[in-house]
Structures are given as structure tokens and as C-alpha cells.
């Protein structure tokens, strides 16, 4: 039995996908042999409702030199960046401003406070990514954020008036060490703001690829709310957001320093709706995954049959869970089309299906392609129209298995 690594209580696991690889571990054809694999199982605890991975590979497995994900290939998370600093900027910045993030990637967020002039630092322990933040201007240290690398960064530079962090914190185990790091590095006025994917989004659309390696936690306002109050903190907004398929911001204040919004009691009323509390529903999402797994390889076998051509649009983290998962070979899937370079010409973690450079899905476009990159849907359908209007198909799975 494994415990709950924010309040201790023993864990319930109410879904064992099986062997996973690495989700963003894509792969040249000689390293298939020694590629590395670890248990995805999932567990809720109902003591303070987090629900979390019972197991989870060592870091630096996931966060090194050679991390895929390129922040910045979105040109609407571009937009959603921008409107999130221009939040802070606006909001919540005192005299002699200073700004931190976790996990700042290639400066998404970042450079927007470079550009207003603002002091400022991310911390990412990427290295390839943070250099590519460098390059654009961004002060960058290479490291893991935890309670002793704040109190060198408060050392240096003093305290913050914010501390950001997009898709990171549910990344982060040893959260404990994070709370307290980011309480002593705060000014007394100071906040977190920090978004995740949203458990009650990904429950209510089935959205099961959501959950790989990296997310080791599936946060609710109320698991939120437990972990900051162990560390004289609270939360005191809550913002829900349209990015990675339906994500909630979080807004965070020492104890007693801010106004409480009265959004945060409504929504951990709305938690208690949809059972965000209950076992009972962590069960009934693990029958609604595996009827979404069947269908999905039931149509995807009826294509093959009928001699269509499939192809699968973003090589996403994602993406890895739901080939693995679903048993999606080469053979119902011919390549992944992506347009992250370091991605091109690799094979995909576990399943390797090959990921090209979306100039072959446009130099002939398939007859259906399997749309896992859906978060980036609207941005997707909006690009690819003419793949529509001359006959191609989306196939998506979230929030259903559909043929569009
Ligand atoms: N904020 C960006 C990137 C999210 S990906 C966005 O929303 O697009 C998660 C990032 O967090 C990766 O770049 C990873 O290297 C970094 N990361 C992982 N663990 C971290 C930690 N303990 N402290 C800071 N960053 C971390
Ligand atoms: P994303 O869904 O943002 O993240 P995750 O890896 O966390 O699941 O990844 C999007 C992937 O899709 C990324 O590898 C780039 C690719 N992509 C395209 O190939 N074309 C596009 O138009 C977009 C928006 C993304």
C-alpha cells in the first residue's frame, strides 16, 4: 500500500494502465531495445482527495538535455502566455518587482516580463529547453525548484512579488519542499499563481491521456487547498482555462493577506457534484477509459479493413498513453506527423510509430488522421481546413471516439 505524498493517508488505485515508457521519450530505431518502462497506475486518496501516481520514474529520467517539449510551438499558448503575464503585470507586482517561474521551458511566459523590463528568473532543470530561453533573453537557471534552491534564490535577489508556474507543478513529487520554498521566497503580499490540467475536466471528458509519467498529480481545488494549507498559505482565486483540454489557475496568498474570492467555495461545491470526493467515481472513469480504449481500436481496425490510410497529428505526451494503452501499432497508425524537430525521424515512446515532419502529412495528406494533439483542436481544424474540404476526416477520442 503507498501513501499519500501530501497528507499520508493510504492510497486507492483505481486504474492500472499497465507498462508505460517515458511519454516524452521519443526514441532512434537502436534504442528500442534498452527503452526503460515503469508501472502507470493511478491511486485517490480520500483524505484529501489528491489523486496521484503510485509510482513514478526518477526525475532525470524525464527532465534532461534532451526534453521534447518545446513550449512554444503553439501560437495560441503564445497568446494564452502573454495574457497571463499581462494578468500579473496588471495586478499583482509592488515596488522593485521581481518575478519567478518553475518549469519556464523556452521563456514562454517569461520573455513578456523581459519585454516590459521587469527582474526576473526561471528555473528549469531542462537544460536544452533553457537555453533556448537564453537565447531570447530570459535569465534562466538550470535546476530543479525546491525549498533549498529558494532560499539561494532569495539570497541573491530577494524576495518575489510572484511566483509562476504552467503545467509543472503537477510534475512535481516532493511538493512539500516546493510549498515551503515558495513561502519563504514570497514577499508578504506576495502570490503563486500557478495551472495544471484539472482533474474534474479530465473525469468529465474521459480524457485519460492526460495521465503519463510526468503528472504525478491530478489536482482539484480542494487537494490544492489541503497541500498550501499545511504551509500557512491559502488559496484565494481560482481560474478556470480553456489550455490542455481544460486547466484551472490557481491563485495562492500567505494566510490572512489577501481577500478570498468567493469563486473558491463554489468551486470545491461543484468538486463535491461532479464526486471529486468519492472512490466510487474514480471507478466509473475507469470503465468509461477502458469502453474509450475499445471503441477507439474497434474503429481504428474497421479502417484498416476497409484499406484507409491513417495518420496520427501531434506527437504529443499524450499521445504516448493512448498508443501504448490501446495497442495502436505502425500497422493501424503509418506515421505521426509533428512539427517539433527533435521529435522528426524518432520513433514513438513504446508503440514506435514514426514521427515526421508535418511537410509529409501535406505533401499527401491521409484519409483520416487521428487528432492527438486535440487540446490544440480549434488551432488545428482552423490550419487544416482544406485537408477537410478535400475530404479528410478528423478522428478524435476525447471526449469521445468520433469520426468528424
Ligand atoms: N511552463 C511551460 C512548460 C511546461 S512542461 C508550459 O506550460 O508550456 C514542464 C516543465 O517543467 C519542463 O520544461 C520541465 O523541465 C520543468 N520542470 C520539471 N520539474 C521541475 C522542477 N522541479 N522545477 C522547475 N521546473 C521543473
Ligand atoms: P501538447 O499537446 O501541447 O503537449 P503534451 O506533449 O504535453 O501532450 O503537444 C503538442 C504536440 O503537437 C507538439 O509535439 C507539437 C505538435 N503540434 C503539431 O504538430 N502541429 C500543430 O499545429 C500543433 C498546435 C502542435
Not at 480520500?46 to 526518477?58: G, H, K, Y
Not at 480524457?207 to 484565494?236: K, N, P
Request: net charge negative; charged share 25%; with cysteine.
Amino acid at each position: 500500500m503507498t501513501n499519500c505524498r501530501i497528507c499520508n493517508a493510504p492510497l486507492n488505485e483505481f486504474i492500472d494502465f499497465g507498462r508505460m515508457p517515458i511519454a516524452n521519450g521519443f526514441l532512434a530505431p537502436e534504442q528500442t531495445d534498452s527503452e526503460y518502462f515503469f508501472g502507470l497506475r493511478v491511486g485517490f486518496c480520500a483524505a484529501c482527495n489528491m489523486v496521484q501516481l503510485i509510482e513514478q520514474p526518477e526525475r532525470e529520467r524525464m527532465f534532461n538535455e534532451n526534453y521534447a517539449y518545446f513550449s512554444s510551438i503553439s501560437v495560441r499558448m503564445e497568446q494564452h502566455f502573454k495574457a497571463f503575464a499581462d494578468m500579473v503585470l496588471r495586478d499583482y507586482l509592488g515596488g522593485d518587482p521581481f518575478v519567478v517561474e518553475l518549469g519556464s521551458n523556452d521563456g514562454i511566459m517569461l520573455h513578456n516580463f523581459v519585454d516590459a523590463g521587469i527582474r526576473h528568473l526561471g528555473v528549469e532543470p531542462s537544460q536544452n529547453v533553457a537555453e533556448a530561453a537564453r537565447s531570447r533573453g530570459v535569465n534562466t537557471i538550470c535546476s530543479f525548484f525546491d525549498e533549498a534552491l529558494a532560499g539561494e534564490i532569495k539570497a541573491q535577489n530577494g524576495p518575489a512579488d510572484a511566483i509562476l508556474a504552467a503545467n509543472v507543478m503537477c510534475h512535481i513529487p516532493y511538493l512539500h519542499s516546493v510549498a515551503a520554498g515558495m513561502k519563504s521566497l514570497l514577499k508578504p503580499e506576495g502570490v503563486v499563481i500557478f495551472e495544471d490540467p484539472y482533474l474534474g475536466d479530465i473525469i468529465e471528458n474521459t480524457a485519460y491521456d492526460q495521465i503519463y509519467d510526468e503528472h504525478v498529480f491530478y489536482f482539484s481545488v480542494s487537494s490544492v487547498a489541503c497541500l498550501f494549507e499545511q504551509h500557512g498559505m491559502e488559496v484565494v482565486d481560482v481560474l478556470p482555462q480553456h489550455t490542455h483540454g481544460g486547466s484551472m489557475r490557481y491563485v495562492i496568498a500567505q494566510k490572512g493577506k489577501r481577500a478570498v474570492s468567493p469563486a473558491v467555495a463554489e468551486q470545491k461545491r461543484k468538486e463535491a457534484r461532479l464526486g471529486l470526493d468519492r472512490l466510487e467515481t474514480f471507478h466509473r472513469f475507469r470503465s468509461e477509459v477502458e469502453a474509450s480504449r475499445d471503441a477507439l481500436k474497434a474503429v481504428l481496425q474497421g479502417l484498416k479493413a476497409e484499406g484507409r490510410r491513417v495518420v496520427g497529428y501531434g506527437a504529443t505526451s499524450k499521445s504516448t498513453t493512448v498508443t501504448v494503452y490501446c495497442g495502436i501499432t505502425p500497422e493501424l497508425v503509418e506515421f505521426i506527423s509533428d512539427t517539433t524537430p527533435s521529435k522528426q525521424g524518432k520513433l514513438s515512446p513504446g508503440a514506435h510509430i514514426p514521427v515526421r515532419p508535418y511537410a509529409d502529412f501535406a505533401a499527401a495528406p491521409p484519409d483520416v488522421a487521428l487528432l492527438f494533439a486535440w487540446n490544440h483542436g480549434e488551432e488545428i481544424m482552423e490550419k487544416e481546413a482544406a485537408f477537410r474540404r478535400e475530404g479528410g476526416k478528423w478522428l478524435r477520442y476525447v471526449p469521445k471516439v468520433e469520426i468528424l
